[in-house]
Nanobody
Framework: QVQLVESGGGLVQPGGSLRLSCAAS????????MSWSRQAPGNERELVAH????????NYADSVKGRFTISRDNAKNTVYLQMNSLKPEDTAVYYC?????????WGQGTQVTVSS
């Protein structure tokens, strides 16, 4: 079955950096686009970044452009989100996700808290 397992979240000061990882299994990772989304308390889940199956194309939410970078390693079945210049408003649970055979799959999420 499809499994997505995120890691790398934590507490960081404003201006700091974190790198999230998502290990994927149960589907053909190299044939699947991948995304990172986030959800803050009281807010709807929002798309943060998206990467095509080859990694040749990416796009970002306006709020993170120039600060976040999505990448993937198809040999390791892993997608990453490098987050720099973090702001308090980036505080949220971050979810890795993919659309596969008509269904969107989500990981369990990893908490990112940006606070001094």
């Amino acid at each position: 079955q499809v499994q997505l397992v995120e890691s790398g979240g934590g507490l960081v000061q404003p201006g700091g950096s974190l790198r999230l990882s998502c290990a994927a299994s149960g589907f053909i990772f190299g044939a699947s686009a991948m995304s990172w989304s986030r959800q803050a308390p009281g807010n709807e889940r929002e798309l943060v970044a998206h990467i095509t199956n080859t990694g040749g194309g990416t796009n970002y939410a306006d709020s993170v452009k120039g600060r976040f970078t999505i990448s993937r390693d198809n040999a390791k079945n892993t997608v990453y989100l490098q987050m720099n210049s973090l702001k308090p408003e980036d505080t949220a649970v971050y979810y890795c996700n993919t659309y596969y055979r008509g269904y969107r799959y989500w990981g369990q999420g990893t908490q990112v808290t940006v606070s001094s």
